[in-house]
Structure formats: C-alpha cells, structure tokens
C-alpha cells in the first residue's frame, strides 16, 4: 500500500494556499497507509542562508538549543512545529552549526535546502499534518505520504520523505529488491545512510547522480536501469517535481494537470478538492517514463 | 430516472438500492452524482438497467456486472468492468489497470486508452478498447474478444489460452506462446459486429486489423517436453 501526493503550482497566487491543499490530499489517503506519514515543502528562501530542518522528542526546549547553537555569534531565526525545529543558518555558518547539533544525540537533522522543510512522524495522516500545522504552510510545491510499513519498521525515521541531499527529498509507494547491495556500493562512494530503508537508498541514488552532474531527467532515467522492484517516486528539488513508475507499473499513479498547477495522486480520490478539477486534464503516468516540471 | 448525488446518499445505500432491484424493476434509469473517484460503484448489479456516473470514478466499478449498462462519464481506476458477466459496461475517458480483468461475458467498450494488463484473464468478455492499451494485455486470456484499435503494448497475450487478439497499430511484443495468426472473413464478420456494438458504424475497416492469439504449445502437453517433467 503507502499513498503519495504530491503538488507543484503553476500560479503563483495559490502560493499561500499549498499546505491547506496538500493536508486535504494527504488526509483522504489515510486509509493507505496509517502508520505514519511525512511532507516536505519549498517555500521561501532566506538569501544567504540555509533552513536546516531538526527533529527530537516533543517535550524539547529548542529555544535553549538555538540559545547554545548561536554560541554567543548574532541571533538564529527559527520555528518550531511540534516535534521540528526549523532552523535559518547563514551558509557560512553551517558546518559549524552542524558539528554542534551532532554533539547533541537526541536532535537528528532530518533535511536541509535553501527552501525545503521536511517534517515527519508515526500516527494517522491527517493527524500528523495536523500536529506540524501543514495547513498554514505556504510555497511552490510539495510532496507527501502515508505509509503502510513493509521493509522496515514503523518508526519516525522510517516515514517519508527520505532526504539525501540539499533541497532533495523522495517519496515511495512499493518496494525494492536490490537496496541492500546497492546501499554497499553507495557507501563506498561515500555516502552515508541513516536507516536500513530500501527508500533512503533510492534517494541516496538519485542524490549522488545529480552530485555527478544529472539533470533530476537524466537521474530519473538512469534510476530505471539501477533500481530493482516495484515503485513510484515522486521527487522534489529546489526548483523541480518529478514523477517516476517503474516498467511494470507495480503500483497505481493518478496525474492531473490544469494552468494552474500539476498534480499527483496514487489514487484519484486524493485529488478531487484541488481548485478546478472538473476541468483538468487526469491521466495516469505511463510506465518508466520521467515526468518533469520545473519552475524557472 | 433516479438520481443518486453520491454527495449527500452513501455509496453503500446506492449499491444496496440498485442491488435490491428486481429483473422487472421499472426503474431503470439511474444517475450517480459526484463519485469524486470512489471505489466499487455500481458494483454486482444483476438488473436489466442504465447506470450512468458523471465523473471519475477508483477502483472496480461496475464489477461483476449482470446485466446492466453502465456507462462512466469520465475515467475509471484500476478494475473497471472486472469479472463482468453480462450487460454492457461503457467508459467515456480512459481506463486504468486491469480492465475487464476475468470477465465472463457482456461488453466493455473504452473510448480513450487502457493502460496495463487489460484483459487480464478474460474468461469470454469481449473489449473494445478505441486508444491504446498497456504492456501484459490478455496476459492468459481464457476466451473472448479483445479489439484495440490502437497500439498494445508489451508482452501482449502472454501464456494466452484461446481468446482472440485484434490490433489495429502496433504491438510492442508479444508475450509467451503468443503468435500472429491469419484473418480470415468469419474474423472479419465478428470484429465488424464487434466494433458495430462498440458504436463505431462502418468508420474502422476490419481488414486493417491484425490477428493474435495461442500457438497451443504452453498449454498443451508435448511430448517431446517429456524430459523436462
């Protein structure tokens, strides 16, 4: 099971409308998968610096966490949804801040970018977008999904999206066959992995391609000859949205299109409040084939 | 007619209403409002009666369909129209995966595309498919009929048994034991009648049709295959 949704706007004035959107589209696919859920955002950037997103228990006192990050330097911008703490960091200063949230066990960074907010948690989905306040969020696109857990456990780390990279995040309906070897053969490439998740490595894959130089159409492309088993992806970067099914469609996928933004759903019913449906054009995405929409 | 806003009625009383209905019901005309992609609409009617859906409807509609014509104003999920057994089931837009899978009888007729596995196991449905289908179409296609007046995709009739395959364009391969056969006049004369049901009046030559079906020798014994037992 699992169900993704995912939303990239076309019209800038439904900008502050994304979070209310994307909850409605995550809330009707509960039923797929109620263990847990997660959702990543691009909203605005900060010039100059980068949002980290952090995660650690809900009782956390992350004013005094920011209080010792800021090390006694200028004051850190933040915002703190339920169990995350968003974090704004001058770029100059990342590394450091970085080194002292590992020094302290019980935070995990769980993404970073220049506009992507990642959140996830165990529960129901609506509840879970609900505890973050997906509702009040605003930007150009997002992706979410609701997990019924088959390869690894029901956990927070567990939930999607998965992020491997800046500005990078990937959701998963389905399973892979080849992970564990492709996770070794990732690894002594350099990369590091924080779950024993066959979804992390998808994404793991797909954030060392476009280190190499890809484009998100080359990476998505070259993921049909190096991931085995079934999946959907629906990716986001920075500026971009993609949506990949493997070559025997293993798992559903629901797509529609209207001037005004680009839509996907695993089933149709994820997507039926978003603003002029009646007239979209609904398609399913065709099997192995890289859809793309990019903002520029 | 009765109209049916799935809206403000349940699914579940819409599908007990129409199950209720008796073979000499004088309502046999019904309209279904706003399915906004629900699952198992019109599901097991066994009525001689006209459902029509205005809008995309998920999973499985119309399954198990006896009699009836049931006809989506939109697209249908994956199942439409499965294991039917008679009646006449019409999708105006496109159909998802698994269409018409293990039906015994009646019509399925698909205006736009059907994408993977349609056909599945079709048991004596027949399917008119008027775009494209999907890769593993008839995938062991028992009997019937399934036209596709575009392309097939991959694997097409793959382990099929004696259904019979028309395709107008291309064929992306064929599937195990899956051959191209001759089309002879009484093929012509049943696909004729066949696109006659599906709406389509003397526009699509049945001579530019292709023909596919079992070479019988996955599913009969060889005895030259004796040593591999």
């Not at chain 1, 088993?229 to 990716?235: K, L």
Request: charged share 20%; net charge neutral.
């Amino acid at each position: 099971m699992c169900g993704i949704v995912g939303l990239f706007l076309k019209d800038r004035a439904l900008e502050p409308e994304l979070g209310a959107l994307l909850a409605r589209m995550l809330g009707t696919l509960c039923d797929r998968g109620p263990d847990s859920a997660g959702f990543a955002v691009y909203g605005a950037a900060v010039p100059g610096s980068i949002k980290l997103t952090i995660r650690g228990p809900l009782t956390h006192d992350y004013a005094g966490v920011v209080h010792r990050l800021q090390a006694g330097g200028p004051a850190l911008s933040y915002a703190v949804r339920d169990t995350h703490l968003i974090l704004t960091v001058p770029a100059e200063r990342e590394t450091a801040v970085r080194r002292d949230i590992a020094a302290m066990p019980e935070l995990t960074v769980v993404g970073s970018g220049r506009r992507m907010e990642i959140f996830k948690e165990v529960g129901r989905p609506d509840r879970v977008a609900e505890r973050f306040g997906l509702d009040t969020m605003a930007g150009t696109h997002a992706v979410g999904h609701t997990r019924m857990a088959t390869e690894s456990a029901v956990t927070t780390d567990g939930a999607h999206p998965f992020s491997t990279g800046a500005d990078q995040c990937l959701v998963h309906n389905g399973s892979l066959s080849n992970h564990n070897a492709l996770r070794r053969e990732l690894i002594r490439k350099g990369l590091s992995f924080q779950t024993e998740n066959d979804t992390e490595v998808a994404a793991g894959y797909m954030s060392w391609r476009m280190q190499q130089g890809d484009s998100l159409e080359q990476t998505l492309n070259s993921s049909l000859g190096a991931l085995d088993g079934f999946y959907t992806f629906v990716v986001g970067t920075e500026s971009g949205f993609g949506v990949l099914r493997d070559p025997i469609a293993c798992k559903p996928a629901v797509m529609a299109e209207t001037d005004r933004w680009v839509a996907f759903g695993t089933e149709y019913r994820a997507l039926v409040d978003l603003p002029g449906i009646d007239a979209a054009h609904v398609w399913e995405p065709v099997p192995a084939k890289a859809y793309l929409w990019e903002r520029h | 007619m009765r109209t049916v806003d799935l809206s403000q009625t349940s699914l579940r009383k819409l599908n007990a209403a129409l199950h209720r209905l008796k073979p000499t019901t004088n309502e046999t005309h019904w309209r279904v409002l706003n399915p906004r992609g629900r699952h198992a609409i019109a599901v097991g009617v066994d009525a001689p009666i006209t459902v029509e859906i205005d809008g995309h409807v998920g999973y499985y509609c119309a399954g198990m369909n006896k009699e009836a014509t049931i006809v989506v104003n939109g697209n249908a999920g994956q199942g439409v129209a499965e294991n039917m057994m008679s009646g006449r089931v019409h999708v105006k837009g496109d159909a998802s995966q698994a269409a018409g899978a293990t039906g015994c009888g009646g019509l399925l007729v698909v205006e736009g595309n059907a994408s993977a596995r349609c056909g599945i196991s079709m048991k004596g449905i027949d399917i008119v498919v008027k775009g494209s289908v999907g890769h593993l179409s008839a995938f062991m296609a028992q009997a019937g009929n399934l036209v596709v007046l575009g392309d097939a995709g991959e694997a097409l009739g793959d382990s099929i048994y004696e259904a019979r395959l028309f395709v107008r364009g291309s064929v992306g391969s064929l599937g195990a034991d899956c051959i191209e056969k001759p089309i002879e006049d009484h093929h012509k004369a049943e696909l004729a009648r066949l696109l006659e049901a599906a709406g389509i009046n003397g526009t699509v030559d049945p001579g530019s049709f292709r023909r596919y079906g079992s070479a019988r020798k996955l599913y009969h014994f060889h005895f030259d295959n004796v040593g591999s037992y």
